[in-house]
Nanobody, 121 residues
Framework: QVQLVEAGGGLVQAGGSLRLSCAAS????????MGWYRQAPGKQRELVAA???????NYADSVKGRFTISRDNAKNTVYLQMNSLKPEDTAVYYC???????????????WGQGTQVTVSS
């Protein structure tokens, strides 16, 4: 079935940058919205950024002006460019793709397994 492969996490100092990517496996009929979420220990998973079909974008207030989400539909891939990173950005980042496995499949959410982003002071 559909699997999402995340990459790009790591350890950076405050003010640094990271670029996350999330690619869906080849067998998927269509993709609607793509997005990034993050979760820190003891906290709820929160939406960081989303990009639905059509290219519009939504961002959490905490990352506006610093993060940029983009997508490559031909590659079934979503990216998150993170600049001016802060220690508060430290979390496990999860990508999510909303789409259909097959034409007749229900619209479903597919989640990546997460990638750790750690920002040191």
């Amino acid at each position: 079935q559909v699997q999402l492969v995340e990459a790009g996490g790591g350890l950076v100092q405050a003010g640094g940058s990271l670029r996350l990517s999330c690619a869906a496996s080849g067998s998927i009929f269509s993709i609607n919205a793509m997005g990034w979420y993050r979760q820190a220990p003891g906290k709820q998973r929160e939406l960081v950024a989303a990009i639905p079909a059509g290219g519009s974008t939504n961002y959490a207030d905490s990352v506006k002006g610093r993060f940029t989400i983009s997508r490559d539909n031909a590659k079934n891939t979503v990216y998150l460019q993170m600049n001016s990173l802060k220690p508060e950005d430290t979390a496990v980042y999860y990508c999510k793709i909303r789409g259909r496995y097959r034409l007749a499949s229900p619209l479903s959410d597919y989640w990546g397994q997460g990638t750790q982003v750690t920002v040191s002071s």
